[in-house]
């Protein structure tokens, strides 16, 4: 999520157990407990463009790594700090409960955390928050605010109860999309093989559904507010790949090869061919029911053993935000006016 959120998160938890004089204390060590495990974005290659996203939520992300990385944090923040005369050992509580709460705040969105490396290297996803999302972030800002201000450790409390109570709600609003999209495949003669969900940027009402069925994957769109009626904007549907054989020239131990594989994992198995010699990741689009994808991987079969380069589609940024405000507040849709909208 967005390091506002892992701020503020990352307060919460140490804050609402702090004693009152620390708690101005368990606010700052928390709030930079709760961001620095992003400190990862510094691992890069300009020669392999995968690393980024490969090591983006990893080791970093672990909640078992949670000790060492708050370890790492309290220290810094000691030594700038020390003078205030307070023990190590609450600067590093504080700073490992902010930690904690990065990679598991992270694992509620649709992008993959490493949650439990070293044990194993699954990447999460309970796919219930999007990247950023107001309503979660700011009444927990405020809360904060006035718990640091009035030096009243039950308003921190509040405000991890809210976030908490979110998340939930957000839960919920996750199974009742879940339900419609098993519906429609019904509908359509599909048996769902698998599904993916993705609330859309700045909120949990509009969301982008992929599921796979028949060989092939269905991309639509469910707007959801619990207790009103629900619509679903059919999308497209595009070719399943696999990623071990697609481009059959290129040899299985070639650079090229392997960095489809590595990219296909980073997708989590939703990849396919957006153009050719162009694979994407199906899971973010610009529009909330289309293939037209956000990143993907450019393939070039006669350089096999070159590094694969970064796809960014520069596409309509300004007009994809309008069209998800429209579908939020009005549940129109200004650019699938063409596909069916169904309410149930």
């Not at 509580?93 to 490396?117: E, K, Q, R, S």
């Not at 109570?165 to 339900?179: D, E, K, P, R």
């Not at 028949?214 to 990623?243: C, H, L, W």
Request: hydrophobic residues 45%; proline residues 4%.
């Amino acid at each position: 999520m967005d390091p506002l959120s892992q701020a503020v998160v990352g307060s919460a938890l140490p804050a609402s157990f702090s004693y009152k004089k620390y708690l101005r204390l368990a606010i700052l060590c928390g709030a930079l407990g709760g961001m620095a495990p992003d400190l990862d974005v510094l691992i890069r290659s300009e020669v392999d463009t995968l690393l980024a996203l490969e090591y983006h939520r990893h080791f970093t992300h672990s909640i078992l790594m949670s000790p060492i990385v708050g370890l790492i944090v309290a220290f810094a923040l000691w030594v700038v700090f020390s003078r205030v005369k307070k023990e190590f050992l609450l600067f590093y509580i504080f700073t490992t409960l902010g930690v904690a709460t990065h990679g598991a705040l992270d694992t509620c969105t649709a992008y993959g955390t490493y949650l439990l490396w070293p044990l194993t290297e699954e990447r999460y996803t309970w796919m219930n928050m999007s990247i950023i999302d107001p309503l979660f972030t700011f009444p927990i800002l405020i809360l904060l605010a006035i718990a640091t201000i009035w030096k009243k450790q039950k308003i921190a409390l509040l405000s991890l109860i809210y976030g908490l109570a979110y998340i939930g709600f957000s839960q919920y609003n996750l199974s009742l999309v879940q339900g419609r999209v098993i519906y429609e495949a019904q509908n359509r003669g599909h048996k769902v093989e698998r599904m993916f969900f993705n609330p859309t940027i700045g909120n949990n009402i509009v969301w982008r559904t992929v599921y796979e069925a028949n060989g092939r994957y269905y991309v639509d769109g469910v707007r959801s507010i619990p207790f009103k009626t629900m619509q679903f904007f059919e999308g497209v549907n595009v070719e399943k790949i696999n990623a071990a054989e697609i481009y059959p020239s290129l040899g299985e131990n070639t650079q090229q090869r392997q960095d489809i594989l590595r990219f296909n994992k980073f997708a989590l198995g939703f990849l396919y061919e957006h153009q050719p010699h162009i694979l994407a990741d199906l899971r973010y689009g610009l529009l909330v029911n289309s293939a037209d994808p956000l990143w993907g991987i450019k393939v070039n079969i006669t350089k096999p053993n070159m590094h694969v380069e970064r796809f960014v589609n520069r596409g309509d940024r300004r007009k994809a935000l309008n069209e998800i405000k429209s579908l939020v507040f009005y549940g129109t849709s200004k650019s699938n006016q063409n596909h069916k909208v169904g309410e149930l």
